[in-house]
């Protein structure tokens, strides 16, 4: 027996289909990365407008432009108050901006007034020391930390508040050491803190995986700890996650993108299209593994429930260490 669908839903179902496919590839494609050139946010954008291009889901290339400010809020409070209609225009976004986002970092505007598209990637945090270092495990580095915390000193790329301040902070709450009490160094970027390890300033580094695989393939670090559910996979799994040695701490370090505010259904359902698509081609795997990301795959509605999640578990983080209302 045929099922009747009610007259207004139909007419719904038909107007979505007819909506989806009038949509069209924008004209002019940019992806805005909130950053100066050579971060996290440049390898996101690169990221697409090399495998955009190389799969033909764009005809002209992406253009790739940097707007620095706030891990992300300056861009982002441009394009919801100047920019917010641009089809084709989308700014990329890190676990970063979503723990900024918690905090009230950007301003007057939430997570609800932007249209998360698509994550294509992730990163995971991660605790390294020297290889030469006293501590073979996280227990051990921990154990250090607890019996004298000014002795072990802690560096990373970002100030206090920041993602890999906050791994380290709920690292040492798991072990029952006071986060105010830890030494923490920031420096400028990601780079400057393994060389402050490599140098012996410093005595750990807290940072993503990414950051350190060519070290270890060289043998000069030794990762005591991966921030992710399970194992990483190929010659990263010989590194024990931070959860299999008794500290429960995922920092998973997502990278995707959105759109304006007032992009249109059918617009935003391209996009969405696109990408669902795109990341299935070895092209776009290839330029994904290259960056050192891994697969982290979610659109549309799926990923704006996610990020509203991880803004909200990002708050109460926050608030218990005193950095956010």
């Not at 979505?16 to 050139?37: G, M, Q, V």
């Not at 006071?178 to 807290?206: C, W």
């Not at 350190?212 to 399970?230: E, F, I, Y």
Request: proline share 5%; with cysteine; charged share 25%.
């Amino acid at each position: 027996m045929k099922k009747i669908l009610p007259l207004a839903l139909a007419s719904t179902l038909v107007a979505l289909s007819i909506s989806s496919a009038l949509a069209e590839a924008p004209d002019r494609t940019e992806c805005i990365a909130p950053a100066k050139p050579g971060g996290g946010f440049d390898l996101t954008c690169k990221l697409i407008q090399v495998s955009m291009q190389e799969t033909g889901e764009i005809s002209k290339p992406m253009r790739v432009t940097y707007m620095p400010g706030g891990v992300g809020a300056v861009a982002y409070n441009a394009i919801i108050a100047q920019r917010p209609a641009e089809a084709g225009t989308l700014v990329a976004f890190s676990g970063g901006s979503l723990l900024n986002l918690s905090q009230g970092k950007f301003g007057r505007y939430s997570e609800s007034d932007v249209k998360w598209l698509a994550a294509v990637g992730t990163d995971y945090g991660i605790v390294a020391v020297r290889n030469d270092a006293p501590w073979k495990n996280l227990g051990e580095l921990m154990e250090a930390m607890k019996s004298d915390p000014t002795k072990v000193v802690v560096g990373a790329g970002a100030s206090i508040g920041s993602q890999d301040w906050m791994k380290t902070a709920l690292l040492a709450r798991e072990a029952g050491i006071d986060p105010r009490k830890m030494r923490y160094v920031a420096f400028e970027g990601g780079g400057e803190p393994v060389t402050a390890l490599l140098g012996n300033h410093i005595q750990v580094v807290s940072g993503d995986m990414s950051e350190m695989v060519p070290h270890l393939q060289a043998g000069k670090l030794r990762v005591l700890a991966v921030m992710s559910d399970k194992r990483l996979p190929g010659e990263l799994a010989s590194v024990p996650t931070a959860k299999e040695q008794g500290y429960n701490v995922e920092w998973p370090i997502i990278r995707g993108y959105y759109l304006g505010p007032k992009v249109t259904d059918a617009e935003y359902q391209w996009w969405e299209d696109a990408f669902k698509k795109l990341v299935t081609t070895k092209e776009f795997q290839q330029q994904r593994d290259m960056r050192g990301l891994f697969e982290f795959n979610m659109f549309g509605s799926e990923l704006d429930a996610y990020v509203k999640k991880q803004v909200a578990d990002y708050r109460e983080k926050a608030k218990s260490f005193g950095l956010a209302k």
